[in-house]
């Protein structure tokens, strides 16, 4: 990538400084003729300020920018990557080049590499930096889609977030895409974001094919530090449900709604949970399939041996979200109500009745 190239569109992004701020520092607002906001990272605040208006170049440039608490200062080529998590500068200028609606260019023999980001890409850092840069889901399509998938129990779901153009790479030899995506913080035992997780979604809407889900090859994928953490919901007390999947557990906790519950993302990860020191008794929800035997058995292992009971949900179908969906609720209800221990009945299941 030549240099003349990134300060034509540096250039062309300052044209556009308003806009630009308003989609990539979407927590700052306008004020005079700056844009005020907390960093590059587009955290809430006023110590950054950006110029919406001036000349292309040179000083008091449009687009130019300066953060009074670091000293950091740059242009919105820079915006682009630190709010956006990217490394590289080809998916920084793929990133401009979609904004701004222009062609992208073919792959050059070597491309070379924008200065580091402050946070490596994959990183906890970088995951936190995502979920922040996204938005809560109430009226979005994270909203839609859930609710397509029977789940209507969306209270307590702060950490599940939306993004409207998440960067998607099938490989390291295709071109970024950005597809909207429901975006979901992992965390530790005290709450500390470790990770994230992306579930890309078809702004089409919803299909039986794809139940939601964009169609390209992984629509799911996570980052960051993963192993014995999870996507949470509630705080976990003596009681708690435990499970692989975002919509598998958001399913179970439609039927149990007082119940707090995690979501592992995988069987390998979910053999793998950390236990709250409070926890005396935990219920795994079970994907009908040989990973998720073998994690349940895991499980059962380890929480035996920490003094804690095991108690096995199974659902009728392949995981809960089937029986939500196919089977409808009542049926849901109806089999985890024989499942449960009886003093967890009234206590987490009366508010669905």
């Avoid at 308003?18 to 927590?27: F, G």
């Avoid at 607002?29 to 960093?39: A, F, K, P, Q």
């Avoid at 709450?191 to 094919?209: M, V, Y």
């Avoid at 994907?287 to 998720?292: I, S, V, Y």
Wanted: glycine share 10%; proline share 7%.
């Amino acid at each position: 990538m030549a240099r003349h190239d990134a300060s034509d569109l540096a250039h062309r992004l300052g044209r556009q400084a308003e806009a630009v701020c308003q989609h990539y520092l979407s927590n700052g607002r306008r004020e005079g003729r700056y844009w005020l906001v907390g960093d590059v990272q587009n955290t809430p605040g006023r110590s950054m300020f950006v110029r919406l208006t001036g000349p292309e170049s040179g000083k008091g440039a449009a687009g130019k920018w300066t953060d009074a608490a670091t000293g950091e200062h740059g242009d919105l080529l820079d915006v682009i990557r630190d709010s956006c998590g990217l490394v590289d500068f080809k998916d920084v200028a793929d990133e401009a080049r979609s904004f701004l609606s222009l062609p992208h260019p073919e792959p050059e023999p070597s491309e070379r590499k924008f200065r580091p980001a402050s946070a490596p890409v994959g990183s906890p850092e970088a995951a936190l930096r995502l979920f922040a840069m996204s938005q809560p889901i109430t009226g979005t399509l994270v909203e839609s889609y859930l609710r397509n998938r029977g789940i209507a129990a969306l209270h307590g779901t702060g950490s599940l977030r939306f993004h409207p153009r998440c960067h998607y790479r099938p490989d390291e030899h295709s071109p970024t895409e950005t597809w909207p995506a429901m975006i979901a913080s992992v965390t530790d035992l005290a709450g500390h974001l470790t990770g994230a997780h992306r579930t890309w979604l078809d702004p089409g809407g919803f299909s039986e094919a794809t139940l939601g889900k964009a169609p390209i090859d992984t629509p799911r994928r996570a980052m960051g530090d993963l192993l014995g953490h999870a996507v949470r919901f509630g705080v976990a007390g003596d009681v708690m449900a435990a499970g692989e999947g975002i919509e598998t557990m958001l399913s179970l906790r439609s039927a149990l709604p007082a119940m707090p519950m995690m979501a592992a993302l995988s069987a390998a990860h979910l053999s793998a949970c950390q236990f709250p020191d409070s926890l005396h008794r935990l219920y795994i929800a079970r994907d009908d399939d040989p990973a998720g035997d073998g994690a349940m058995a895991a499980l059962i292992d380890r929480a035996n041996a920490a003094g804690i009971e095991a108690i096995v949900l199974s659902p009728a179908l392949g995981d809960f979200n089937e029986d939500l969906r196919l089977l409808d609720l009542d049926h849901l209800r109806a089999a985890l109500r024989v499942q449960i221990a009886p003093q967890d009945v009234a206590r987490f299941m009366e508010l669905a009745a």
